[in-house]
Protein backbone atom coordinates (compact mmCIF):
# COMPACT_ATOMS: atom_id res chain seq x y z
CA UNK A 1 0.00 0.00 0.00
CA UNK A 2 1.53 3.64 -1.10
CA UNK A 3 1.42 5.81 2.09
CA UNK A 4 2.55 9.74 1.85
CA UNK A 5 3.94 11.40 4.57
CA UNK A 6 2.11 13.63 7.24
CA UNK A 7 1.51 17.43 4.90
CA UNK A 8 2.42 20.60 7.04
CA UNK A 9 -1.42 21.22 6.97
CA UNK A 10 -1.90 18.23 9.31
CA UNK A 11 -3.81 16.16 6.71
CA UNK A 12 -3.61 12.79 7.18
CA UNK A 13 -0.84 10.72 6.01
CA UNK A 14 -3.33 7.93 4.14
CA UNK A 15 -4.80 8.70 1.14
CA UNK A 16 -7.77 6.57 2.36
CA UNK A 17 -7.82 7.73 5.60
CA UNK A 18 -8.49 11.04 3.90
CA UNK A 19 -10.87 10.12 1.79
CA UNK A 20 -12.32 9.03 4.99
CA UNK A 21 -12.70 12.58 7.13
CA UNK A 22 -13.74 14.11 3.68
CA UNK A 23 -16.60 11.02 3.04
CA UNK A 24 -17.45 11.88 6.73
CA UNK A 25 -17.40 15.45 6.73
CA UNK A 26 -19.72 15.46 3.67
CA UNK A 27 -22.17 12.69 5.52
CA UNK A 28 -22.73 15.05 8.72
CA UNK A 29 -23.51 17.90 6.59
CA UNK A 30 -25.70 16.20 4.26
CA UNK A 31 -27.38 14.04 7.39
CA UNK A 32 -26.91 10.64 5.36
CA UNK A 33 -26.25 7.70 7.28
CA UNK A 34 -26.18 5.60 4.82
CA UNK A 35 -23.09 7.75 3.19
CA UNK A 36 -21.13 7.63 6.28
CA UNK A 37 -21.28 3.63 6.72
CA UNK A 38 -19.83 3.76 3.43
CA UNK A 39 -17.03 5.33 4.17
CA UNK A 40 -16.44 3.82 7.53
CA UNK A 41 -16.69 0.49 5.61
CA UNK A 42 -14.26 1.98 2.52
CA UNK A 43 -11.06 2.16 5.24
CA UNK A 44 -8.74 0.01 5.56
CA UNK A 45 -8.29 -2.26 9.18
CA UNK A 46 -6.06 0.33 11.39
CA UNK A 47 -6.15 -2.11 13.94
CA UNK A 48 -4.86 -5.12 12.67
CA UNK A 49 -3.62 -7.64 14.71
CA UNK A 50 0.32 -6.71 15.41
CA UNK A 51 2.25 -9.03 13.72
CA UNK A 52 5.90 -9.82 15.01
CA UNK A 53 7.69 -8.78 11.99
CA UNK A 54 5.58 -5.33 12.91
CA UNK A 55 6.80 -5.12 16.52
CA UNK A 56 10.76 -5.82 15.70
CA UNK A 57 10.49 -3.35 13.17
CA UNK A 58 8.71 -1.01 15.50
CA UNK A 59 11.56 -1.95 18.20
CA UNK A 60 14.33 -1.38 15.55
CA UNK A 61 12.78 2.55 14.89
CA UNK A 62 12.82 3.02 18.68
CA UNK A 63 16.27 2.15 19.42
CA UNK A 64 17.37 4.39 16.70
CA UNK A 65 14.94 7.25 17.31
CA UNK A 66 13.54 7.05 21.07
CA UNK A 67 15.93 5.02 23.39
CA UNK A 68 18.09 7.63 23.95
CA UNK A 69 15.46 9.31 26.31
CA UNK A 70 12.88 6.91 27.30
CA UNK A 71 15.35 3.88 27.59
CA UNK A 72 16.25 0.75 25.30
CA UNK A 73 13.02 -0.95 26.16
CA UNK A 74 11.30 1.82 26.78
CA UNK A 75 11.91 1.41 30.34
CA UNK A 76 12.61 5.50 31.08
CA UNK A 77 15.41 7.47 32.15
CA UNK A 78 15.82 10.72 33.92
CA UNK A 79 14.74 12.57 30.95
CA UNK A 80 11.83 10.86 30.03
CA UNK A 81 8.57 8.99 30.96
CA UNK A 82 8.31 5.06 30.96
CA UNK A 83 6.53 3.88 28.38
CA UNK A 84 5.57 0.45 29.70
CA UNK A 85 1.79 0.36 29.40
CA UNK A 86 1.23 3.70 28.03
CA UNK A 87 -0.16 1.88 24.97
CA UNK A 88 -0.46 1.83 21.15
CA UNK A 89 -2.69 4.94 21.49
CA UNK A 90 -0.08 7.54 23.01
CA UNK A 91 2.67 6.05 20.97
CA UNK A 92 0.66 7.28 17.39
CA UNK A 93 -0.57 10.56 19.10
CA UNK A 94 3.11 11.20 19.98
CA UNK A 95 4.91 10.64 17.08
CA UNK A 96 1.40 10.68 14.33
CA UNK A 97 1.43 14.34 15.02
CA UNK A 98 5.06 14.92 15.33
CA UNK A 99 5.22 15.65 18.64
CA UNK A 100 7.66 12.68 19.60
CA UNK A 101 10.48 12.71 18.99
CA UNK A 102 10.58 16.00 20.89
CA UNK A 103 12.64 18.85 18.96
CA UNK A 104 13.54 20.66 21.89
CA UNK A 105 12.85 20.90 25.95
CA UNK A 106 10.50 23.56 26.91
CA UNK A 107 7.23 24.74 28.33
CA UNK A 108 5.43 22.49 26.17
CA UNK A 109 5.78 20.24 23.16
CA UNK A 110 5.06 21.46 19.68
CA UNK A 111 3.29 19.76 17.22
CA UNK A 112 5.51 19.74 13.64
CA UNK A 113 5.36 17.74 10.61
CA UNK A 114 5.79 13.98 11.55
CA UNK A 115 9.33 12.37 10.65
CA UNK A 116 8.01 8.87 9.98
CA UNK A 117 5.83 6.96 7.29
CA UNK A 118 2.66 5.73 8.10
CA UNK A 119 4.17 2.12 8.13
CA UNK A 120 7.12 3.29 10.57
CA UNK A 121 4.56 4.46 13.06
CA UNK A 122 2.59 1.68 13.40
CA UNK A 123 5.13 -0.20 13.85
CA UNK A 124 6.34 2.37 16.74
CA UNK A 125 2.89 1.69 18.02
CA UNK A 126 2.80 -1.51 17.78
CA UNK A 127 6.63 -2.21 19.45
CA UNK A 128 4.70 0.18 22.53
CA UNK A 129 1.87 -1.45 22.48
CA UNK A 130 3.87 -5.13 23.26
CA UNK A 131 5.61 -3.30 26.02
CA UNK A 132 2.55 -3.80 28.42
CA UNK A 133 -1.30 -3.31 28.34
CA UNK A 134 -2.35 -0.10 27.39
CA UNK A 135 -5.16 1.86 24.89
CA UNK A 136 -5.48 0.69 22.18
CA UNK A 137 -5.56 2.54 18.71
CA UNK A 138 -9.31 3.46 18.12
CA UNK A 139 -10.96 2.26 15.27
CA UNK A 140 -12.69 4.15 12.52
CA UNK A 141 -16.10 2.71 13.38
CA UNK A 142 -15.22 4.56 16.86
CA UNK A 143 -13.58 7.47 15.31
CA UNK A 144 -16.63 8.15 12.03
CA UNK A 145 -18.15 11.49 12.71
CA UNK A 146 -21.67 10.56 12.59
CA UNK A 147 -22.66 10.26 16.86
CA UNK A 148 -25.03 13.01 17.97
CA UNK A 149 -23.31 16.39 17.71
CA UNK A 150 -25.71 17.92 20.54
CA UNK A 151 -24.87 15.49 22.97
CA UNK A 152 -20.84 15.85 22.03
CA UNK A 153 -21.66 19.83 22.75
CA UNK A 154 -22.69 19.04 26.23
CA UNK A 155 -19.66 16.51 26.94
CA UNK A 156 -17.26 19.09 25.50
CA UNK A 157 -18.01 22.15 27.63
CA UNK A 158 -18.32 20.11 30.27
CA UNK A 159 -15.03 18.35 30.43
CA UNK A 160 -12.77 20.30 27.58
CA UNK A 161 -14.11 23.45 26.76
CA UNK A 162 -12.63 24.87 30.00
CA UNK A 163 -8.88 24.69 28.37
CA UNK A 164 -9.91 24.31 24.28
CA UNK A 165 -12.90 26.68 23.82
CA UNK A 166 -16.18 26.34 23.36
CA UNK A 167 -15.64 25.43 19.88
CA UNK A 168 -12.13 23.60 20.31
CA UNK A 169 -10.03 26.96 19.35
CA UNK A 170 -7.54 26.52 22.14
CA UNK A 171 -6.45 28.49 24.67
CA UNK A 172 -3.63 29.74 27.14
CA UNK A 173 -2.16 27.51 30.15
CA UNK A 174 0.44 28.55 32.61
CA UNK A 175 3.79 29.26 32.15
CA UNK A 176 3.66 29.03 28.14
CA UNK A 177 1.89 25.80 28.40
CA UNK A 178 -1.35 26.33 26.34
CA UNK A 179 -4.43 23.80 25.29
CA UNK A 180 -3.94 23.61 21.20
CA UNK A 181 -6.53 24.72 19.33
CA UNK A 182 -8.71 21.52 17.96
CA UNK A 183 -9.32 23.03 14.12
CA UNK A 184 -7.74 20.70 11.71
CA UNK A 185 -7.01 18.02 14.06
CA UNK A 186 -7.72 14.49 12.62
CA UNK A 187 -10.61 12.86 14.85
CA UNK A 188 -7.93 9.95 15.66
CA UNK A 189 -5.42 12.28 17.62
CA UNK A 190 -8.72 13.36 19.34
CA UNK A 191 -9.37 9.79 20.29
CA UNK A 192 -6.11 9.13 21.03
CA UNK A 193 -5.38 12.24 23.37
CA UNK A 194 -9.05 12.03 25.54
CA UNK A 195 -7.96 8.07 25.95
CA UNK A 196 -4.46 8.99 27.53
CA UNK A 197 -4.37 12.34 28.65
CA UNK A 198 -0.54 13.68 26.58
CA UNK A 199 1.46 16.35 28.28
CA UNK A 200 -0.43 18.14 30.52
CA UNK A 201 -4.12 16.68 29.39
CA UNK A 202 -5.72 14.93 31.89
CA UNK A 203 -7.05 11.34 30.69
CA UNK A 204 -10.26 10.45 29.98
CA UNK A 205 -10.50 6.89 30.31
CA UNK A 206 -13.67 4.65 28.78
CA UNK A 207 -15.10 5.03 32.33
CA UNK A 208 -15.31 8.63 32.01
CA UNK A 209 -16.29 9.40 28.82
CA UNK A 210 -17.09 6.00 26.97
CA UNK A 211 -16.38 5.26 23.35
CA UNK A 212 -19.48 6.66 22.34
CA UNK A 213 -18.89 9.82 24.62
CA UNK A 214 -15.88 10.33 22.86
CA UNK A 215 -17.53 9.53 19.38
CA UNK A 216 -20.11 12.34 19.71
CA UNK A 217 -17.11 14.69 20.96
CA UNK A 218 -15.59 13.94 17.77
CA UNK A 219 -19.14 14.47 16.34
CA UNK A 220 -19.56 17.75 17.75
CA UNK A 221 -16.39 19.26 17.05
CA UNK A 222 -16.24 18.33 12.64
CA UNK A 223 -20.01 19.75 13.36
CA UNK A 224 -18.51 23.27 14.11
CA UNK A 225 -15.60 23.08 11.99
CA UNK A 226 -17.93 22.58 9.33
CA UNK A 227 -20.56 25.41 9.71
CA UNK A 228 -19.89 28.69 10.13
CA UNK A 229 -20.86 30.46 13.23
CA UNK A 230 -24.28 31.92 13.03
CA UNK A 231 -23.70 35.25 15.33
CA UNK A 232 -20.56 36.75 12.76
CA UNK A 233 -17.04 37.12 11.97
CA UNK A 234 -15.23 35.08 14.51
CA UNK A 235 -12.17 36.51 15.20
CA UNK A 236 -10.14 33.47 15.61
CA UNK A 237 -13.46 32.19 18.22
CA UNK A 238 -10.96 33.38 21.08
CA UNK A 239 -13.64 35.34 22.73
CA UNK A 240 -13.94 39.23 24.14
CA UNK A 241 -10.36 40.10 24.62
CA UNK A 242 -10.29 39.24 20.73
CA UNK A 243 -13.86 41.03 20.44
CA UNK A 244 -12.55 44.20 22.83
CA UNK A 245 -9.53 44.56 20.83
CA UNK A 246 -11.27 45.02 17.49
CA UNK A 247 -14.27 47.20 18.62
CA UNK A 248 -11.23 49.24 20.98
CA UNK A 249 -8.95 49.67 17.99
CA UNK A 250 -11.22 49.79 14.51
CA UNK A 251 -14.65 50.95 16.29
CA UNK A 252 -13.23 53.45 18.29
CA UNK A 253 -10.87 54.51 16.03
CA UNK A 254 -13.34 55.18 13.07
CA UNK A 255 -15.49 57.15 15.62
CA UNK A 256 -12.40 59.12 16.79
CA UNK A 257 -11.78 60.05 12.96
CA UNK A 258 -15.27 60.88 12.46
CA UNK A 259 -16.13 63.55 15.12
CA UNK A 260 -12.18 65.02 14.00
CA UNK A 261 -13.60 65.25 10.72
CA UNK A 262 -16.50 66.74 12.20
CA UNK A 263 -15.36 69.40 14.03
CA UNK A 264 -12.38 70.52 11.80
CA UNK A 265 -13.46 73.58 9.20
CA UNK A 266 -13.39 72.75 5.78
CA UNK A 267 -10.10 74.27 3.85
CA UNK B 1 -6.32 92.38 70.54
CA UNK B 2 -4.08 94.57 68.47
CA UNK B 3 -2.72 91.10 66.87
CA UNK B 4 -5.95 89.91 65.37
CA UNK B 5 -6.73 93.73 64.40
CA UNK B 6 -3.45 93.54 62.15
CA UNK B 7 -4.89 90.05 60.67
CA UNK B 8 -7.89 91.32 60.01
CA UNK B 9 -6.34 94.55 58.13
CA UNK B 10 -3.60 92.48 56.93
CA UNK B 11 -6.51 90.50 55.02
CA UNK B 12 -8.80 93.33 54.06
CA UNK B 13 -5.34 94.98 52.08
CA UNK B 14 -5.07 91.81 50.27
CA UNK B 15 -6.27 91.04 46.66
CA UNK B 16 -9.35 88.92 46.86
CA UNK B 17 -8.91 85.75 45.88
CA UNK B 18 -12.41 85.76 43.55
CA UNK B 19 -14.38 88.47 41.88
CA UNK B 20 -17.86 87.90 43.01
CA UNK B 21 -19.22 91.05 41.73
CA UNK B 22 -20.88 89.63 38.66
CA UNK B 23 -22.83 87.29 40.54
CA UNK B 24 -22.89 84.24 42.09
CA UNK B 25 -20.09 82.25 39.47
CA UNK B 26 -16.80 82.18 40.88
CA UNK B 27 -14.73 83.90 38.79
CA UNK B 28 -10.65 83.77 39.04
CA UNK B 29 -9.48 87.48 39.34
CA UNK B 30 -6.32 86.22 36.94
CA UNK B 31 -8.48 84.76 34.33
CA UNK B 32 -6.97 84.10 31.07
CA UNK B 33 -7.79 86.98 28.66
CA UNK B 34 -9.91 86.26 25.55
CA UNK B 35 -7.96 86.15 22.70
CA UNK B 36 -11.30 86.94 20.29
CA UNK B 37 -12.03 85.00 17.29
CA UNK B 38 -9.43 83.81 15.04
CA UNK B 39 -9.34 85.76 11.54
CA UNK B 40 -11.47 84.43 9.08
CA UNK B 41 -10.28 81.99 6.43
CA UNK B 42 -11.86 82.27 2.76
CA UNK B 43 -12.52 78.63 2.11
CA UNK B 44 -11.28 77.16 -1.39
CA UNK B 45 -15.06 76.50 -2.35
CA UNK B 46 -15.63 80.51 -1.66
CA UNK B 47 -12.74 81.65 -4.14
CA UNK B 48 -12.95 79.12 -7.11
CA UNK B 49 -15.91 78.34 -8.53
CA UNK B 50 -14.59 75.24 -9.82
CA UNK B 51 -14.30 74.27 -6.29
CA UNK B 52 -17.87 75.10 -5.81
CA UNK B 53 -18.76 72.63 -8.61
CA UNK B 54 -16.59 69.68 -7.27
CA UNK B 55 -17.52 70.38 -3.61
CA UNK B 56 -21.46 70.16 -4.90
CA UNK B 57 -20.17 66.81 -6.89
CA UNK B 58 -19.19 65.31 -3.52
CA UNK B 59 -22.04 65.64 -1.70
CA UNK B 60 -23.98 64.38 -4.66
CA UNK B 61 -22.03 61.60 -4.86
CA UNK B 62 -22.30 60.51 -1.13
CA UNK B 63 -25.70 61.32 -1.55
CA UNK B 64 -25.25 58.84 -4.10
CA UNK B 65 -23.52 56.24 -1.95
CA UNK B 66 -26.60 56.63 0.18
CA UNK B 67 -29.02 55.38 -2.74
CA UNK B 68 -26.80 52.52 -3.76
CA UNK B 69 -26.45 51.15 0.40
CA UNK B 70 -30.29 51.39 0.38
CA UNK B 71 -30.49 49.18 -2.98
CA UNK B 72 -27.93 46.60 -1.57
CA UNK B 73 -29.82 46.31 1.68
CA UNK B 74 -32.91 45.09 -0.17
CA UNK B 75 -30.38 42.91 -3.05
CA UNK B 76 -28.95 41.39 0.08
CA UNK B 77 -32.09 40.74 1.62
CA UNK B 78 -32.94 38.28 -1.45
CA UNK B 79 -29.50 37.48 -2.40
CA UNK B 80 -28.70 35.70 0.93
CA UNK B 81 -31.59 34.47 2.31
CA UNK B 82 -32.66 33.04 5.08
CA UNK B 83 -32.55 29.50 5.86
CA UNK B 84 -32.67 26.44 7.56
CA UNK B 85 -29.22 26.52 8.52
CA UNK B 86 -28.65 29.05 11.32
CA UNK B 87 -25.21 29.98 9.59
CA UNK B 88 -27.05 31.76 7.10
CA UNK B 89 -28.28 34.29 9.68
CA UNK B 90 -24.39 35.72 9.27
CA UNK B 91 -24.03 36.66 6.00
CA UNK B 92 -27.89 37.39 5.45
CA UNK B 93 -27.84 40.40 8.72
CA UNK B 94 -24.31 41.25 7.70
CA UNK B 95 -24.89 42.70 4.35
CA UNK B 96 -28.10 43.96 4.78
CA UNK B 97 -27.08 45.58 7.60
CA UNK B 98 -23.71 46.95 5.95
CA UNK B 99 -26.24 48.50 3.06
CA UNK B 100 -28.31 50.43 5.92
CA UNK B 101 -25.20 51.50 7.06
CA UNK B 102 -24.24 53.06 3.92
CA UNK B 103 -27.89 54.15 2.99
CA UNK B 104 -27.43 56.42 6.57
CA UNK B 105 -24.26 57.15 6.29
CA UNK B 106 -23.98 58.81 3.13
CA UNK B 107 -27.10 61.34 4.00
CA UNK B 108 -25.02 62.12 7.09
CA UNK B 109 -21.74 62.30 5.78
CA UNK B 110 -23.39 64.22 2.67
CA UNK B 111 -25.28 66.48 4.72
CA UNK B 112 -22.50 67.78 7.11
CA UNK B 113 -19.99 68.13 3.75
CA UNK B 114 -22.48 69.89 2.36
CA UNK B 115 -23.10 72.56 5.19
CA UNK B 116 -18.76 72.54 6.13
CA UNK B 117 -18.17 73.43 2.26
CA UNK B 118 -21.06 75.43 0.67
CA UNK B 119 -23.57 77.13 3.09
CA UNK B 120 -22.50 80.25 4.53
CA UNK B 121 -19.73 80.25 7.00
CA UNK B 122 -20.20 83.24 8.91
CA UNK B 123 -18.30 83.59 12.41
CA UNK B 124 -20.60 83.98 15.40
CA UNK B 125 -19.45 84.74 19.26
CA UNK B 126 -22.27 84.58 21.91
CA UNK B 127 -21.65 85.55 25.38
CA UNK B 128 -22.68 83.61 28.07
CA UNK B 129 -25.23 85.08 30.17
CA UNK B 130 -24.69 85.55 34.01
CA UNK B 131 -26.09 83.11 36.21
CA UNK B 132 -27.69 85.57 38.82
CA UNK B 133 -31.10 86.97 37.66
CA UNK B 134 -31.54 91.03 37.62
CA UNK B 135 -32.41 92.68 40.82
CA UNK B 136 -35.79 93.46 39.20
CA UNK B 137 -36.22 89.32 38.14
CA UNK B 138 -35.63 88.51 42.20
CA UNK B 139 -37.67 90.93 43.83
CA UNK B 140 -40.83 89.73 41.72
CA UNK B 141 -39.99 85.86 42.40
CA UNK B 142 -40.06 86.81 46.14
CA UNK B 143 -42.91 89.10 45.49
CA UNK B 144 -44.80 85.95 44.09
CA UNK B 145 -43.87 83.26 46.45
CA UNK B 146 -45.22 85.82 49.31
CA UNK B 147 -48.47 86.07 46.89
CA UNK B 148 -48.97 82.64 47.12
CA UNK B 149 -48.60 82.32 50.72
CA UNK B 150 -50.97 84.52 51.36
CA UNK B 151 -53.47 83.08 49.03
CA UNK B 152 -52.84 79.66 50.36
CA UNK B 153 -52.74 80.34 53.99
CA UNK B 154 -49.64 77.90 53.72
CA UNK B 155 -48.13 79.94 56.87
CA UNK B 156 -51.46 80.74 58.50
CA UNK B 157 -53.28 77.41 58.58
CA UNK B 158 -51.16 75.25 61.40
CA UNK B 159 -53.85 72.31 61.00
CA UNK B 160 -53.14 71.99 57.22
CA UNK B 161 -49.58 72.53 57.37
CA UNK B 162 -48.95 70.20 59.99
CA UNK B 163 -51.22 67.25 58.59
CA UNK B 164 -49.38 67.34 55.15
CA UNK B 165 -46.02 67.02 56.57
CA UNK B 166 -47.16 63.90 58.53
CA UNK B 167 -48.74 62.70 55.69
CA UNK B 168 -45.43 63.49 53.56
CA UNK B 169 -43.49 61.82 56.40
CA UNK B 170 -45.33 58.81 56.19
CA UNK B 171 -45.82 58.17 52.19
CA UNK B 172 -42.14 56.63 52.18
CA UNK B 173 -42.84 54.10 55.02
CA UNK B 174 -44.76 51.42 52.71
CA UNK B 175 -41.72 50.94 50.59
CA UNK B 176 -39.56 49.75 53.49
CA UNK B 177 -41.82 46.77 53.45
CA UNK B 178 -42.08 46.38 50.14
CA UNK B 179 -38.35 46.41 49.01
CA UNK B 180 -38.25 44.50 52.32
CA UNK B 181 -39.36 41.48 50.28
CA UNK B 182 -36.90 41.67 47.53
CA UNK B 183 -35.43 38.38 46.92
CA UNK B 184 -35.86 35.95 49.49
CA UNK B 185 -33.10 35.75 52.79
CA UNK B 186 -30.96 32.87 51.96
CA UNK B 187 -30.59 32.48 55.08
CA UNK B 188 -28.10 29.40 55.85
CA UNK B 189 -28.52 28.07 52.49
CA UNK B 190 -25.27 29.37 51.19
CA UNK B 191 -23.66 27.57 53.91
CA UNK B 192 -24.74 24.32 52.80
CA UNK B 193 -24.86 22.06 49.47
CA UNK B 194 -26.46 18.69 48.79
CA UNK B 195 -23.97 16.41 49.70
CA UNK B 196 -24.92 13.88 52.59
CA UNK B 197 -23.01 11.31 54.40
CA UNK B 198 -23.52 8.54 51.99
CA UNK B 199 -24.63 10.61 48.61
CA UNK B 200 -22.97 8.74 45.75
CA UNK B 201 -20.69 10.84 43.57
CA UNK B 202 -22.22 10.93 40.15
CA UNK B 203 -21.22 11.94 36.42
CA UNK B 204 -21.91 15.31 34.72
CA UNK B 205 -24.43 15.42 33.03
CA UNK B 206 -25.11 11.75 33.26
CA UNK B 207 -25.90 11.00 36.87
CA UNK B 208 -24.00 7.46 36.72
CA UNK B 209 -22.16 6.49 39.57
CA UNK B 210 -18.37 6.78 39.97
CA UNK B 211 -16.11 3.71 40.50
CA UNK B 212 -12.79 4.44 42.57
CA UNK B 213 -11.13 1.94 40.24
CA UNK B 214 -12.55 4.27 37.06
CA UNK B 215 -10.44 6.87 38.20
CA UNK B 216 -7.05 6.28 37.19
CA UNK B 217 -3.98 8.25 37.87
CA UNK B 218 -4.50 11.55 36.02
CA UNK B 219 -7.77 11.42 35.52
CA UNK B 220 -10.26 13.99 35.59
CA UNK B 221 -13.67 13.67 36.75
CA UNK B 222 -16.74 16.41 36.39
CA UNK B 223 -19.07 15.67 39.45
CA UNK B 224 -22.22 16.44 40.46
CA UNK B 225 -24.13 14.74 43.37
CA UNK B 226 -26.41 11.67 42.88
CA UNK B 227 -30.10 12.68 42.93
CA UNK B 228 -29.53 16.24 41.22
CA UNK B 229 -31.89 15.24 38.01
CA UNK B 230 -34.45 14.00 40.34
CA UNK B 231 -34.75 17.69 42.09
CA UNK B 232 -38.22 18.97 41.86
CA UNK B 233 -36.75 22.54 41.37
CA UNK B 234 -33.66 24.65 42.15
CA UNK B 235 -31.87 22.17 39.95
CA UNK B 236 -29.28 24.69 38.79
CA UNK B 237 -29.01 26.66 42.27
CA UNK B 238 -27.70 23.02 43.80
CA UNK B 239 -25.42 22.00 40.76
CA UNK B 240 -23.46 25.68 41.52
CA UNK B 241 -23.20 25.10 44.73
CA UNK B 242 -22.43 21.01 44.33
CA UNK B 243 -20.12 20.61 41.24
CA UNK B 244 -16.60 19.25 42.33
CA UNK B 245 -13.83 17.56 40.39
CA UNK B 246 -12.35 14.23 41.33
CA UNK B 247 -8.58 13.73 40.68
CA UNK B 248 -6.63 11.11 41.33
CA UNK B 249 -2.93 11.51 41.98
CA UNK B 250 0.07 9.66 43.21
CA UNK B 251 -0.90 9.49 46.93
CA UNK B 252 2.96 10.13 47.40
CA UNK B 253 2.31 13.40 45.80
CA UNK B 254 0.30 14.44 47.80
CA UNK B 255 0.46 16.81 50.85
CA UNK B 256 -2.37 16.47 53.46
CA UNK B 257 -2.95 17.32 56.84
CA UNK B 258 -3.45 15.14 59.85
CA UNK B 259 -7.09 16.24 60.01
CA UNK B 260 -7.77 15.31 56.07
CA UNK B 261 -5.79 12.33 56.14
CA UNK B 262 -9.01 10.28 55.62
CA UNK B 263 -10.56 12.64 53.31
CA UNK B 264 -8.81 11.37 49.70
CA UNK B 265 -8.88 7.72 48.99
CA UNK B 266 -6.16 5.96 47.35
CA UNK B 267 -5.10 9.41 45.96
CA UNK B 268 -8.32 10.16 44.65
CA UNK B 269 -9.18 13.70 45.77
CA UNK B 270 -12.16 16.04 45.33
CA UNK B 271 -12.56 19.47 45.57
CA UNK B 272 -15.18 22.47 45.10
CA UNK B 273 -15.42 23.29 41.01
CA UNK B 274 -16.55 26.79 42.56
CA UNK B 275 -13.99 29.69 42.58
CA UNK B 276 -13.54 31.05 45.76
CA UNK B 277 -12.82 34.30 44.31
CA UNK B 278 -15.85 35.10 42.10
CA UNK B 279 -17.45 31.81 41.83
CA UNK B 280 -16.22 30.52 38.06
CA UNK B 281 -16.06 26.68 37.40
CA UNK B 282 -12.76 26.17 38.17
CA UNK B 283 -11.91 23.20 35.66
CA UNK B 284 -8.42 23.82 34.10
CA UNK B 285 -6.56 20.98 35.04
CA UNK B 286 -2.72 20.40 34.44
CA UNK B 287 -2.39 17.06 35.19
CA UNK B 288 1.45 17.03 35.39
CA UNK B 289 1.85 20.03 37.67
CA UNK B 290 -1.20 19.61 39.30
CA UNK B 291 -2.41 23.18 39.20
CA UNK B 292 -5.76 23.51 38.85
CA UNK B 293 -6.83 27.13 36.70
CA UNK B 294 -9.95 29.08 37.25
CA UNK B 295 -10.50 30.29 33.73
CA UNK B 296 -11.58 33.99 34.74
CA UNK B 297 -9.01 35.31 36.65
CA UNK B 298 -5.96 32.66 36.31
CA UNK B 299 -6.54 32.00 40.26
CA UNK B 300 -4.10 28.82 40.41
CA UNK B 301 -4.47 26.39 43.22
CA UNK B 302 -2.48 23.34 43.78
CA UNK B 303 -4.09 20.14 44.21
CA UNK B 304 -1.01 18.35 45.97
CA UNK B 305 -1.35 20.96 48.28
CA UNK B 306 -5.13 20.87 49.83
CA UNK B 307 -5.70 23.19 46.56
CA UNK B 308 -4.14 26.64 47.96
CA UNK B 309 -3.74 29.61 46.53
CA UNK B 310 -0.50 30.07 44.58
CA UNK B 311 -1.42 32.62 41.75
CA UNK B 312 -3.79 34.72 41.18
CA UNK B 313 -6.82 36.45 43.36
CA UNK B 314 -8.66 33.85 45.34
CA UNK B 315 -7.91 34.15 48.89
CA UNK B 316 -8.74 30.79 50.24
CA UNK B 317 -8.39 27.04 49.22
CA UNK B 318 -11.30 25.31 46.75
CA UNK B 319 -12.84 23.50 49.64
CA UNK B 320 -12.59 19.92 50.24
CA UNK B 321 -15.29 16.92 49.87
CA UNK B 322 -14.59 14.54 52.13
CA UNK B 323 -15.13 10.82 50.35
CA UNK B 324 -15.00 7.38 50.61
CA UNK B 325 -15.79 4.20 49.17
CA UNK B 326 -19.28 2.36 49.81
CA UNK B 327 -19.54 -1.73 49.70
CA UNK B 328 -20.27 -1.85 46.04
CA UNK B 329 -16.76 0.37 45.24
CA UNK B 330 -18.31 3.42 44.26
CA UNK B 331 -17.51 6.97 45.95
CA UNK B 332 -19.60 8.73 48.12
CA UNK B 333 -19.15 11.53 50.30
CA UNK B 334 -18.48 11.64 53.91
CA UNK B 335 -20.41 14.12 54.61
CA UNK B 336 -20.90 18.07 53.16
CA UNK B 337 -18.02 20.31 52.72
CA UNK B 338 -17.16 21.65 55.94
CA UNK B 339 -16.94 25.31 54.97
CA UNK B 340 -19.02 27.45 52.46
CA UNK B 341 -18.24 26.93 48.96
CA UNK B 342 -17.34 29.71 46.83
CA UNK B 343 -16.66 33.30 47.04
CA UNK B 344 -17.01 35.36 50.19
CA UNK B 345 -20.38 36.85 51.21
CA UNK B 346 -21.24 38.22 54.49
CA UNK B 347 -20.52 37.13 57.66
CA UNK B 348 -18.01 35.02 56.37
Not at chain 1, 151 to 174: D, K, P, S, W, Y
Request: glycine content about 10%; charged content about 20%.
Amino acid sequence: MAFMKRNVNGARRHPMAAILVIAAGLAVSGGGYAAATAAVETTKPVNAALSQAQVDEGHKLFLANCASCHGRNGEGTQNAPSLIGVGAAAAEFQVDSGRMPAQASGPQIMKKTSQFTGEQIDAIAAYVGSLGPGPAIPTDAQLAANGNATRGGELFRINCAMCHNAVGAGGALTQGKFAPALTGVPADHIYEAMLTGPQNMPVFNDANLTPTDKKDIITYLTYVQDHPSAGGYELGNLGPVVEGLFVWIFALGFIIALTIWLGAKSN
Amino acid sequence: MSDSKSIASGKGSQEPEHDYATGLAVIAADKVVDPGMEPHRVRMTDKSVKHEKAAARQVAALFLVSVLGSIFAIYAYFAFPLTDDLGTVRDNTLFMGLGIVLGLFGIGIGAVHWAKTLMPDAEVSEERHQTRGSEAVRARAIEIIKLADSESGFSRRKLIRRSLYGALALFPIPAIFFFGDLGPNPKDTLRHTMWKAGTRLTKDPTGLPIKASDVTLGSVFHVIPEGLAELPHHKLEEKAKAAVLLVRLDPADLKESPERKNWSYDGIVAYSKICTHVGCPVALYEQRTHHLLCPCHQSTFDVTDECKVIFGPASRPLPQLPIAVDSEGYLIAQSDFTEPVGPSFWER
